[in-house]
Each structure stands twice: as structure tokens, then as C-alpha cells.
């Protein structure tokens, strides 16, 4: 009997619209975990080779943890996962708020949702009753608003996950939406929900969290919540959230700014932490057992518009914010709703939108094309473009598609200032300076994201200009931040408040009776890294090296302003930190798992399944 | 003792009820607790805690003396409840929380778990309210 698991997979194929229930298998518990781990695995297993993304071969995973729903700190987290439409490789994301608990209560630790629905439906779960309703009434409709609908109909007590017209538009920068401004936001996950005719997921679960010794979670979670509450961060970080790093980021030279020209934007002041807490803050609100809640739940008014959003955090402030350069507060934090509302990644969503603009300016695109001139600093440019490309009008139809694609088909050297890699557009850090951030970028399994290996502070503490070292502490977190969201958990106690990563064996332990170590952890870490690479090189047919650069804006064009003024990795850099990764990994210098690798962490048949046997 | 109870100050956590739920009931369940928490979103984007002041409305109506206060609490004994509902109507403050899984009502008893771990400051002792955990 499992500890810490409801025990139970609900699998639905919404083509057929049935579904079953099945037992957890004991095994993948034990062997990956939960959450990005049970994605991971399963889309392996589940997803037949060469799936249309948006096809109904493809797969959608919503998996919580064993910690998920748990009385530990910030134990809320999901990950959902499908093959991405805007890689076409692995992909999955995750978010907070309570749908990942309430999953759990409901008895399944996983959904596995198949096929596609002929009219708009929604997943209606409470406890054991399932069943497939009709959204007709509700396709078209916002995130928040379809959400806030779901909720005056179900009751406040299910929780909501949905998508806005992005979604159903296939645009492949949307994203999944929850509690009013939680969201899985990258990968493009919100296309395959789209794809699937599938507008939202509402669950209410109660019966609470299966646990061998609740005695023994009770006792461990006091302790932890008072250690917790003991570290200097729990008051100083919590006040301003994630976006209190935006002075940090500008002041060592990396913050996306102007479609990543430079990394410094001048009066950033005006859009950080203190001012999103002074100027537009109602609420901190949290995740379910979150004691350092960073959203900054806000209402913002610009030019006689007014909206509620949570947020900006950080991400948005420096893609929004700084990417598309705005100036005020209240600005960043309207195009923010627009960008929910619409059910728009703002990461890729900000990406995008600099990139529609720095094309503007160097007329690869036409006013005609956008139905407006459009500039930097600008609100209502934002809002537009973000509008275009939600509902895939005019030039917006190319947008949707992401900048790698759009930049393919207009051309004219656009690509160089396509700012992604594997087609996910880079998140808030400008890596020219920044070694260690930019592989973790170049390697993460997803594509340009810096939640795999949040490897920045590294290059400050040890100097951003040596290269040693760094293919190696990126590997090492990328095994063990993972390990964070296989289990549930958030990171930010660990990154931002400094509660010790030594906790977490304790705190699995205790809910699991397994008797994990960081050893043990680390190396599920490492199963999973390698599997999702096998799963890239079985998805795309060229998969290799050539997917792990980054656009030539990176090695080919100085820092022009700011503290990092005139730095820039070069290429041969690049190419060095390539190699010592590959071989530190046991790949080969195409980026390619050896098989004894592969043997040594239990994947053979995934290798002969790759043909790298 | 006292129950105090800031809304403006609730993150919407839900740690209360889940320590709640481990001390009354040795479960890990946020809806087997003896408070709960609405959210009232996207506007006015505010929390509200439901919770019980031990005002006594439960007792008074109980038709069978089910509820008994002991050293300022009152409590459900289960043995008498006939699960009725009754106090489930009458409390003002909709604090007599209904499980799905069992007929008798659940009841604050005041055990202080909830206000020794809410980390926002909104759940506190009114008796001793200096010590409230909450950065807020």
C-alpha cells in the first residue's frame, strides 16, 4: 500500500468520452516519483511515435505528487504535460494554487486524457463521479472569465483549470490557467487542451490524502513550517514575491530588455517589487500550504481600463516589463491580464510580442500586417499584438506559432533575433554573461526555460566569465530541481528563503516511507533527464546538437548598455561548454545518450526504442 | 484562548484547515476540518475564514443536549448526535462544517492549531494577540 498517493490513475478518452479508473502501478511511484516524473514516463509509455501535437494521438498528463496536498511547506504544485506543440519535443509545465491538492483528495494522483472531444466539454470530477459536460456555452470566453463561470455554477469549493481563446486557437504560446492567476504556462500546453476540444478541467475531491503514519507527517510538517518560519526570508522575500529580484537581475546586467538587445532597463524601479506592493497590491495570495505567498494579487487601472490579476511576478515583469518596455507598473500588469484573459504564456506571450515589434521597427513586418504601427514602451501595443495573436488575425496567425516558426517563414534575418531555443522563447534572464544560465537555457529538456537549472546566481558567485565548472553545476541542478516538482513541492522556500534542500529526504521519507537520500533523489533526477532527451530524439527526426544553441543575438552581438556593456559569449565558448556537458553527461558530442548510459540508469529498451542500440 | 480572525490578512493557504484535519481527525484532509476558508474572486480579491467564536447557537438548538460546553468550548458528542442537522442551520456564522463522509457535523474545539501555524497572522489568539506567528 502506498503512502502519500491516492493510489489511483483516472484515464479518460475523450474521443469515445470514457474513461477508467486504475490502480497506481507501485513501480513508477518508486521509480519516478510523481508529477514531472509521471510525465515524463508516461508520455514515453503512452504517446505513439510521431504524434500530431495537436492531434488526437497526442496525450495530456495532469500528475500531483506524493508531497501534493500534504500539510508541508508549499506542497501544491502539478505538472501537466503532453508532447508540445511548440517544441515538438517533451514538454510540460507546472502551477500551484489548490487543483493539484483537490486532485488528490479526489483519489487519483493522475489524469491521462486522450483523444479528441468532437464539441467544446469540460472533465467534471467529484470524488469517484466523472463525467464529460458540455462547454459549448463556455468556448470563446476568457480564462478568468470562464473560470469565475465554473465556479458560480459548480460552487467556490471545486477548483478550476481552463484555457482562454489562445487555447482554442491552437496558439502554441498558450497556456493552462488556475485560481485566478495561477498558470501552467509553457510548452504551449494550453493548445493541446485546445486541441482536445477540452476548456477546463473542474475537480472537488474529499477524501483527503491517503498516509501511513499521519502522526508522524503531522510532527514533521510543525517542525518544518517552524523552520520555515525561522529563516530571515520568510518576512524579508514575501512582501515583494518574485518580482523583488528585479533590482538584483537589472543591477548585474541580465534583465531581458528591448526583444533581449540589452540587459538593463532604465527605471526599472518604476516596475518592481516595491512598486507592484505600493502602487497596485490588494492581496498576497498563496498556493495550498504555501507560507510565503508570492502572488501579488493587484487591481491596476491604465488610461480609463481597469482589471484584477495577480501578478506581475518576476517572469512578467521582466518579459512584459522590461522585453516589451514598459514603463509603469499598472501598464505591465493590465497587458498581464490581457495576456490571462486571452490564456497567453506572458513568458513566450512577452517573447513573442518584442519580437512582433523589433520586426516592426526593422520593417520585416508592415504597419498593414498588424493593422497599426507598433513600438517599444507602448501599452496598447502590447495589448494589440497580444490580441492578433490570441485569435490568429492578420500577422498574429504567424505569431501564434511562436518566434522560431514565425521568424522561419518571415525571414529577411529575423532568426537571429528569434529569441528561443527548441522553439520555447528564453525566460527572464539575458544570458550573454551569464555562462551557466545560458546552457542551462541551451540544455533544458523543454526548451529556453530557467526553471530546470536556475543557474544565474552560480555564474555571479564564482565569476561570470570563467567557464569551468559550469556544465557541471548545471547538471547537478538539473537533476535535483526536478526532483521538486516530481514530488509537489515549490521551490521558492529552497531558492529564495533558504529552507535547506536536506529537509526534503526527511519530508519524502515521512510521507512515503521510502528512505531516499539526495543519492537516490539525484539519480531519479538523472532517469528522467535522459529519458525526456530520448524522447526528444524519437519525436524530432534531425534531434541533436543543432538544437541546443541559442539564436546568433547571443554570440554575435555585444551588451550595448548597462553594467554588462560590451560583453558576449562567443561562439567557440558555446561550442567548449557543449562538449564538457555532452561528455560530463555521458552523451556523445551530438548531444546523444550512449547506451551504456542509458543501460546504467535501467532505460534499455528506451534506447533500442531511440535506435541507439 | 480566543479565536481571532483578520480576512484581510488570509493568503487562502488552507494550512489551518489541513493541521486541523491531522489534529482532530489523524487525517491529511482540509475538508474533514472545523473551519473553512471562500474565496471571493476575481473581485474583490479577498478571502474569508469561516470559523467558530463558541457563541453557543449550536447548543441551544440541539435537540438531543448533544453539544456540551466544557471550560468555555462547546462540543459534539458523538455518541448523542443524532446528526440532524439542526445546529448546521442555526450556527450564524455557517462554522458547523459538514463532511461528506460522515453524518455528525465537525466543531471547533479550540485546540489553538490553526492560529499557532497560520503564517499570515490571520487566524490569532485575540487573548494574546502579540504572539500571532503572521508576517503580515
Request: charged share 25%; glycine share 12%.
Amino acid at each position: 500500500m502506498l503512502s502519500g498517493y491516492a493510489g489511483r490513475i483516472l484515464d479518460v478518452d475523450l474521443g469515445s468520452k470514457q474513461f477508467t479508473v486504475k490502480p497506481l502501478p507501485e513501480r513508477l511511484a518508486r521509480e519516478y516519483l510523481g508529477g514531472r516524473g509521471f510525465v515524463s514516463r508516461t508520455l514515453f509509455d503512452e504517446i505513439e511515435p510521431g504524434a500530431d501535437p495537436l492531434g488526437p494521438k497526442n496525450v495530456l498528463i495532469m500528475a500531483s505528487g506524493p508531497l501534493t496536498g500534504v500539510f508541508l511547506p508549499c506542497s501544491s504544485k502539478v505538472e501537466f504535460g503532453a508532447k508540445s506543440p511548440a517544441t515538438g519535443g517533451y514538454g510540460d509545465s507546472n502551477m500551484g494554487g489548490h487543483i493539484g491538492s483537490e486532485l488528490k483528495y479526489a483519489g487519483y494522483d493522475m489524469i491521462i486524457i486522450r483523444g479528441q472531444s468532437q464539441s467544446p466539454c469540460y472533465l467534471y470530477i467529484d470524488d469517484d463521479r466523472v463525467e464529460i459536460k458540455d462547454a459549448s456555452d463556455l468556448w470563446g470566453k476568457g480564462a478568468i472569465e470562464t473560470e469565475t463561470a465554473l465556479k458560480a455554477r459548480l460552487g467556490d469549493e471545486f477548483q478550476i483549470a481552463t484555457i482562454g481563446v489562445a487555447g482554442e486557437n491552437l496558439v502554441k504560446i498558450a497556456c493552462i490557467s488556475h485560481d485566478f492567476g495561477r498558470q501552467a504556462g509553457r510548452t504551449g500546453i494550453g493548445a493541446v487542451m485546445g486541441s482536445k476540444k477540452l476548456k477546463a478541467i473542474a475537480v472537488h475531491g474529499t477524501k483527503g490524502v491517503p498516509l501511513a503514519d499521519p502522526a508522524k507527517v503531522l510532527e514533521v510538517g510543525k517542525n518544518k513550517f517552524r523552520a520555515l518560519f525561522a529563516k530571515p526570508g520568510f518576512k524579508e522575500w514575501t512582501p515583494y514575491g518574485t518580482a523583488g529580484i528585479t533590482d538584483w537581475v537589472n543591477e548585474v546586467g541580465s534583465f531581458p530588455t528591448r526583444n533581449f538587445s540589452t540587459g538593463y532597463l532604465e527605471g526599472y524601479e518604476a516596475i518592481n517589487g516595491k512598486a507592484v506592493r505600493e502602487k497596485i497590491l490588494v492581496l498576497d495570495k498563496g498556493c495550498f500550504c504555501c507560507a510565503i505567498p508570492c502572488g501579488k494579487y493587484s487591481h491596476t487601472r491604465v488610461n480609463g481600463r481597469e482589471a484584477y490579476v495577480e501578478g506581475p511576478e518576476y517572469e512578467t515583469v521582466a518579459l512584459i516589463g522590461g522585453n516589451c518596455m514598459l514603463s509603469k507598473v499598472e501598464e505591465v500588469a493590465y497587458a498581464n491580464y490581457v495576456m490571462d484573459e486571452l490564456g497567453i504564456d506572458t513568458i513566450s506571450g512577452g517573447g513573442v510580442v518584442a519580437f512582433a515589434i523589433e520586426c516592426f521597427e526593422r520593417g520585416i513586418i508592415s504597419e498593414s500586417d498588424l493593422g497599426r504601427a507598433v513600438r517599444f514602451g507602448d501599452v496598447d501595443s502590447v495589448v494589440h499584438i497580444a490580441n492578433l495573436v490570441a485569435k490568429r488575425e492578420g500577422i498574429g496567425d504567424v505569431l501564434a506559432e511562436g518566434v522560431r516558426t514565425a521568424s522561419a517563414k518571415l525571414g529577411r534575418g529575423s532568426e537571429k533575433f528569434a529569441m528561443h531555443v527548441k522553439g520555447l522563447e528564453i525566460s527572464g534572464y539575458e544570458p550573454r554573461n551569464t555562462p551557466a544560465m545560458l546552457l542551462a537555457y541551451m540544455t533544458c529538456d523543454v526548451g529556453a526555460h530557467h526553471n530546470r537549472a536556475w543557474a544565474i546566481t552560480y555564474d555571479i558567485a564564482v565569476g561570470r566569465e570563467k567557464l569551468e565548472g559550469k556544465a557541471a553545476k548545471v547538471i547537478e541542478l538539473q537533476h535535483v530541481r526536478p526532483v521538486l516538482d516530481m514530488v509537489g513541492a515549490c521551490r521558492f522556500p529552497w531558492i529564495e528563503v533558504g529552507f535547506e534542500l536536506e529537509h526534503y529526504p526527511e519530508i519524502i521519507n515521512a510521507v512515503t516511507g521510502f528512505s531516499h537520500t539526495w543519492e537516490t533523489l539525484s539519480a531519479i533526477g538523472e532517469r528522467v533527464w535522459n529519458l525526456n532527451r530520448c524522447f526528444n530524439i524519437r519525436e524530432i527526426p534531425d534531434f541533436g546538437r543543432k538544437y541546443d544553441y541559442p539564436p546568433a543575438r547571443i554570440y554575435e552581438e555585444d551588451i550595448p548598455s548597462g553594467p554588462t556593456k560590451g560583453k558576449h559569449i562567443t561562439l567557440e565558448q558555446i561550442e567548449a561548454l557543449l562538449d564538457e556537458y555532452y561528455d560530463l553527461r555521458g552523451w556523445t558530442r551530438d548531444g546523444k545518450p550512449k547506451a551504456e548510459k542509458l543501460a546504467a540508469l535501467g532505460l534499455e529498451e528506451e534506447a533500442r526504442a531511440c535506435g541507439m542500440v | 484562548m480566543k479565536l481571532g480572525v483578520k480576512d484581510e490578512l488570509c493568503s487562502g493557504c488552507k494550512i489551518c484547515q489541513t493541521i486541523c484535519s491531522l489534529t482532530l481527525f489523524d487525517v491529511c484532509n482540509p475538508k474533514r476540518s472545523a473551519l473553512k476558508i471562500v474565496g471571493h474572486f476575481p473581485a474583490p480579491g479577498r478571502y474569508e475564514v469561516v470559523t467558530c467564536d463558541q457563541c453557543g447557537d449550536c447548543a441551544e438548538v440541539c435537540p438531543v443536549e448533544a453539544i456540551k460546553l466544557e471550560n468555555g468550548v462547546y462540543k459534539i458528542d458523538r455518541d448523542e448526535c443524532t446528526g440532524c442537522g439542526a445546529c448546521v442551520d442555526a450556527c450564524p456564522k455557517g462554522a458547523m462544517i459538514l463532511w461528506r463522509g460522515d453524518d455528525v457535523p465537525i466543531k471547533c474545539t479550540l485546540c489553538g492549531a490553526c492560529m499557532e501555524f497560520c503564517p499570515r497572522g490571520a487566524l490569532y489568539d485575540a487573548d494574546k494577540p502579540s504572539e500571532q506567528a503572521g508576517v503580515a
